[in-house]
């Protein structure tokens, strides 16, 4: 009996250590949306929210288009303006869920509708490290340019991202669907004035 | 097959022991502060995490979008509020439960030698195995709507809480009591 429960209570730790190790997948910030705003619409531009409550028709758009309907009524950009009032960026923030966690990509846009700039700010804990390898591998540069319409599949096509593994591939293939959401949406929703 | 006696056991078991106990209270230090970080320690905010927020159904909708711009202020972008949805609670429950039932079944073996009389020692170890069970129960049933069940998840994390201490208490008394007193116990 004493060696059965020594045995047992030497082997105590373990789950102790799993409870810590093996915690749910939170949702990590991997660039703060401020962040992406200052780094990426002009310095000293005035900024705006720009908030689309959603109606049936562009629900309707949308799930014919990009294959999904908003979890959220709300789509919001983020715009730069300068003095004059012309917009110089447009900010959108476009959410993908997985049975992971969510993945969220800040996408800004030109005033011609192309991407200046996509950034991963939004991970969990477990697809953090998979997420920052497919960044690493110079994927986000690859949608620089962008617009709606383009194959977001031909950045999932350099030998860079292909040699990335299983996960780190499949997460590049979640950032690149997000893009391609992004720029649906901004082509649906966005307008000038 | 008969109770063993923590007091009289090898110094090995008593040393096993504790150290498992210390070593859970200190993983329980970093679950406090992961839920007090992630979920929040109020019914509110534990529900705001919890209960899935309503589908957009495009019935109630009016035909057209409605646009509105207005100047931002930065501090308006907040940090958003940690939500756990279906798929991820599934992904948290098939782990949790099974080490919650693991730790529950490691403190039972240590209570059956601590010499509680049987009514106490099957409150604990009932205890010990209920508030783990319960706690995922009160997120399912919050994850079906049910905010109401945010109470249940928080009584059952203080409830583990609670097992701990007193299992920990019952231990350090077992282990730190001199074969003397012991002997005059028992």
Redesign the interface.
């Known amino acids: ?2 060696n059965r ?2 045995r ?3 082997l ?2 373990l ?6 190790a ?6 990590v ?1 991997l660039v ?3 962040e992406v ?2 780094q990426t619409l002009p310095e000293g531009d ?15 758009r949308i799930e014919q288009e990009a294959h999904y ?5 709300d789509v919001r950009f ?2 730069g303006k300068d003095g004059g009032g012309a917009v110089n960026g447009v900010v959108l923030f476009a959410q993908t ?1 997985t ?1 992971h ?1 969510p993945v969220e990509v800040g996408l800004t846009f030109r005033p011609d509708g192309a991407l200046s700039s996509a950034i991963v700010t939004k991970a969990t804990v477990e697809t953090k490290p998979w997420v920052l390898k497919a960044v690493r591998a110079g994927l986000m540069r690859e949608f620089e340019g962008m617009q709606y319409g383009g194959d977001v599949g031909v950045p999932l096509m350099r030998h860079e991202v292909t040699d990335l593994g299983h996960m780190p591939h499949y997460m590049a293939e979640v950032i690149a669907a997000t893009v391609e959401r992004g720029l649906i949406l901004h082509h649906l ?1 966005y ?1 000038e004035s | 097959m008969g109770l063993y006696d923590l007091r009289r056991a090898d110094s090995s078991v008593k040393l096993g022991a504790i150290l498992f106990l210390l070593v859970l209270g200190y993983a329980y230090v970093f679950a406090f502060l992961m839920v007090k970080t992630w979920a929040g320690l109020t019914p509110e905010a534990v529900q705001a995490t919890y209960v899935p927020a309503p589908r957009l159904e495009a019935e109630g909708l009016p035909d057209a979008s409605v646009t509105t711009t207005e100047p931002l202020d930065l501090r308006d972008i907040g940090q958003e509020r940690h939500t756990v949805d279906r798929s991820l609670l599934i992904q948290d429950s098939h782990i949790h439960i099974m080490i919650f039932s693991i730790v529950a079944a490691l403190q039972t073996l240590i209570i059956l030698g601590l010499g509680w009389p049987a009514w106490w020692r099957h409150t604990v170890i009932v205890t010990a195995f209920a508030c783990g069970a319960l706690d995922f129960a009160g997120q399912w049933l919050m994850q079906f709507g049910l905010g109401g069940f945010a109470f249940l998840t928080i009584v059952s994390g203080w409830g583990m809480v609670a097992v701990y201490l007193v299992v920990l208490f019952g231990t350090a008394r077992a282990v730190l009591a001199r074969p003397s007193a012991v002997e005059t116990l028992s």
């Not at chain 1, 309907?69 to 009524?73: I, N």
Request: aromatic share 4%; glycine share 4%.
């Open positions: 009996m004493s429960l020594h047992s209570l030497a105590a730790a789950p102790a250590m799993l409870l810590t093996a915690h749910p997948t939170p949702v910030e703060k949306k401020v705003l200052r005035k900024l705006f929210v720009r908030t689309i409550q959603l109606g049936k028709d562009d629900v309707t309907t908003p979890d959220d009524p983020y715009l869920n049975k966690g929703l307008r």
